[in-house]
C-alpha cells in the first residue's frame, strides 16, 4: 500500500510536477519578452511598419500562449484535483503547441531572410531553409489537432508520436544551419581592419548565443520526449521553447543600438581609417564617405573618415607620396566591402 502511494507520488511529480514549474519557468520568461517590448517602443520608434507588426505579433502570440499554460496547469492541478486519470490531454495544451511552432515559424522566417540578405540572395541555402521551417508549422499543426482530438497522451504517442518528433527535429536543425550559415557568412566578411572584425565578432557572438539557447533547449525537450514518453518533462520543457525564441528575437532587435552607438578603436596600423558607428551622426570630416548598410536598415550608416598629412618635407619624393594615396584607396575600396556586408547582417524586413 504505501509502495502504491509512493509510486504514485513519484508519478505526479513526473507528471504535473514538470508542467508546473515549466509554467513558472514560461511567465518569467513571458515578463521578459513584454520588457524587451517597451524597451524596442521606446528605443525604435520610427522603424518599418512591417517590423512593428511582427514584433506586436509576436508579442500577442506569447501573451496568448501565457494564459494557455497557466489554463492547463489551472486545469490539471485544481479542477481535476483528486482525478487519477494522468493520461488525459486539455484543449490548451494541444493550442499552446501550435502557438508554440507560430512563434518558432516567425522567428526562423527573419532569420532565414538575414541569411539571404548577407548571402547575397543565396536561394539555393534559404529556399530549403524556408520549406523546412513550414514543414515545422504543419508538423506542429497536425500534433495540436490530433491531441485535441484524441485527449489522451498514450494513444497520441502510439499514433502520432513521429509527427511531433519530426516537428522538434526540423527545429533542431533549422536552429543549427542558420546559426552555422550566419557564422560562416560573417566570418568570410572579414577584412583585414581590426575596427570592423570588432563588430563582425560582436555580430557572430549574438548569433551563436541566440541560436545556441533554442537550440539546447528544444534538444533536451526531444530527448525526453523520445526517452521518457511516461512523463511530461518534455511538455515542461516545451512550454519554454516559445518564450526563448521570441526573446532571441526581440534581443536581435534591440541589439541594434548597441552596434550602432557602439564606437570601435583601432590600433596604430588602423589609424588611417578610424570607423565610427552611429544613429545618423553628422559630423563634419575632411573625407567621408557613407553608404547604409540596406533600405530597410536606414537607422545605421557607416562614416569613414581619413586625413592625409602632407608634410612640406622636401625628403619626401612625389612618387612616395603617390603610393601612400594609392593605398588610402585601396584600404576605402575594401572597406565598402565589408561594410555592406555589415549592413546586410543587421538588415530587417
Known amino acids: 500500500m504505501l509502495s502504491d502511494a509512493s509510486d504514485s507520488l513519484s508519478i505526479l511529480r513526473t507528471m504535473y510536477g514538470a508542467t508546473l514549474v ?3 519557468v514560461g511567465v518569467f520568461l ?3 519578452v513584454s520588457a524587451q517590448v517597451y524597451m524596442y517602443t521606446r528605443v525604435y520608434s520610427n522603424d518599418r511598419i512591417g517590423v512593428k507588426c511582427m ?3 509576436v508579442w ?6 501565457t494564459c494557455l499554460i497557466c489554463v492547463a496547469s489551472w486545469m490539471d492541478l485544481v479542477e481535476r484535483f483528486g482525478d487519477w486519470d494522468l493520461d488525459r490531454i486539455t484543449w490548451s495544451v494541444g493550442a499552446s503547441v501550435a502557438l508554440t511552432a507560430l512563434v518558432t515559424f516567425l522567428v526562423h ?3 532565414i531572410y538575414r541569411i539571404y540578405m548577407i548571402s547575397n540572395g543565396n536561394l539555393y541555402l534559404t529556399a530549403p531553409l524556408a520549406v523546412l521551417a513550414f514543414f515545422r508549422l504543419v508538423a506542429a499543426t497536425i500534433s495540436t489537432s490530433e491531441m485535441i482530438r484524441l485527449s489522451s497522451y498514450q494513444g497520441f504517442v502510439h499514433q502520432y508520436g513521429y509527427v511531433f518528433t519530426m516537428g522538434l527535429g526540423s527545429a533542431v536543425a533549422l536552429d543549427i544551419v542558420i546559426t552555422a550559415a550566419m557564422c560562416f557568412y560573417l566570418r568570410r566578411s572579414k577584412s583585414r581592419f581590426s575596427t570592423m572584425n570588432d563588430v563582425i565578432d560582436t555580430l557572430m557572438l549574438y548569433t551563436v548565443e541566440t541560436g545556441m539557447i533554442t537550440c539546447v533547449t528544444t534538444i533536451a525537450s526531444l530527448a525526453c520526449w523520445v526517452t521518457m514518453r511516461k512523463n511530461l518533462i518534455f511538455l515542461g520543457l516545451h512550454f519554454t521553447i516559445s518564450k526563448l525564441y521570441a526573446n532571441s528575437f526581440l534581443a536581435i532587435l534591440n541589439s541594434r543600438v ?6 570601435c578603436t583601432s590600433g596604430a596600423a588602423d589609424k588611417r581609417l578610424p570607423i565610427m558607428l552611429s544613429d545618423l551622426s553628422k559630423a563634419s570630416s575632411s573625407t567621408k564617405w557613407q553608404r547604409t548598410g540596406s533600405s530597410a536598415n536606414k537607422a545605421l550608416e557607416i562614416n569613414v573618415e581619413t586625413t592625409v598629412d602632407i608634410s612640406p618635407d622636401e625628403t619626401r619624393s612625389p612618387r612616395v607620396r603617390r603610393e601612400a594615396w594609392d593605398e588610402d584607396i585601396c584600404h576605402l575600396e575594401e572597406l565598402k566591402d565589408v561594410s555592406v556586408t555589415f549592413g546586410r547582417a ?3 524586413p
Open 22 to 24: 515549466g509554467t513558472l
Open 55 to 57: 514584433v506586436a505579433l
Open 60 to 65: 500577442v502570440m506569447d501573451l496568448l500562449h
Open 109 to 111: 522566417c527573419f532569420l
Open 346 to 348: 543587421n538588415a530587417i
Open 30 to 32: 513571458s515578463g521578459i
Open 258 to 263: 548597441t552596434l550602432g552607438a557602439g564606437r
